[in-house]
């Protein structure tokens, strides 16, 4: 930053009267003066034009980027990702809306009741699947659960049905006990486990409803179940079905 | 003063209007606002030590905030866009920072 010495005159700042600073030398609060009074030529005017801008600029950019979810920031990757969640996502409520004019189209034109018969039934077999009352069909996993060392505990399974349900399987039964929401597991005294007050004897054999593909590999990752059952001496196998049927109700 | 007046001026005048940054300038603004800080902050240091122009505050003022923008355009077109950002924000508050050092020590004498 150089350029030619402003010249400013001195006498301006004795007609302000304004006492010199006691902590700095006077030349000092003279140029502070002289720099604080408006003095307006046009490089000045463009000077202070410039400030504007850069002012208006700031507070401009200080609320996009307040008013922004992030988006600006994200990597390109980042960013298509999010994109195809998104598109995969409304894929999906287009279908249910799809589904659910289709529904209400059939209910309407129906008088004698017979749509919203089958809705019921529909409606009906879906929370019996869920409350476990009814048998039911599809797509799942076998685990089969040896235990030579009989250190299987009820902790172990409980992980296991857990690790099942988060990766989003529907129906699950273990050995022939069904299992529901309300399930339980218990180290039995004489070794085995009880689940629902019924005694069950190693080796185990979970059976799951839901993608085969994801709860094959929610059941493998690094330091999940089968580590587990691995370091407790089980020893677990896994089966994918494209078709396996979970026969034991709950009453 | 008139600076300053215009920099209040400015300020008051986006609060007011409340404006939004067309989608085109979005990636440059951040880097140009740093660099007219930066000419500003060297302005206010050269007035300080006497040697203040106007002219060369206009020129390094522009050519601080295109360069910027250039800089971070060009490194978008090369595919290292946020690491060159980045660089030239290092620099640029490097020499804000000096800047605001002179200027402490012209004031306070510290």
Known sequence: ????????????????????????????????????????????????????????????????????????????????????????????????????????????????????????????????????????????????????????????????????????????????????????????????VEVDGRRLQAPYRFVAIGDPHTLATALNIPGGVMKTLMGAGANGSITQHQRISVSAVRS | MIALIGLVAGVLLGLLLQPTVPLWLQPYLPIAIVAALDAMFGGLRARLEGIFDEKVFVVSFLSNTIIAALIVFLGDQLGVGSQLSTGVVVVLGIRIFSNVAAIRRKLFKA
């Not at chain 1, 922004?68 to 990757?77: I, K, L, N, P, S």
């Not at chain 1, 809705?119 to 019996?128: D, I, Q």
Request: charged share 30%.
């Open chain 1, 1 to 192: 930053m150089s350029g030619r010495p402003e010249t400013k005159p001195p006498e301006a700042d004795e007609e302000r009267g304004a006492p010199p600073s006691a902590s700095g030398p006077p030349s000092e609060a003279a140029g502070l003066r002289a720099m604080l009074w408006p003095r307006a030529n046009r490089a000045q005017l463009v000077v202070g034009l410039l400030c504007l801008l850069l002012g208006f600029a700031a507070v401009a950019q200080v609320k996009s980027t307040k008013a922004d979810t992030g988006f600006v920031t994200a990597r390109q990757d980042e960013l298509v990702g999010i994109l195809s969640d998104l598109s995969r996502r409304s894929e999906r409520l287009r279908g249910d809306i799809r589904d659910l004019e289709g529904t209400k189209a059939s209910l309407e034109r129906d008088g004698q009741g017979e749509t919203a018969l089958e809705e019921a039934r529909e409606r009906a077999h879906t929370y019996g699947l869920l409350a476990g009352t009814l048998p039911a069909v599809g797509p799942g996993i076998t685990l089969d659960i040896t235990d030579p060392s009989r250190r299987v505990r009820a902790d172990v399974l409980l992980d296991t049905l857990q690790e099942l349900r988060d990766a989003g399987a529907e129906v699950i039964q273990v050995n022939d006990v069904r299992i529901g929401v309300d399930s339980h597991f218990l180290d039995s005294p004489g070794g085995g």
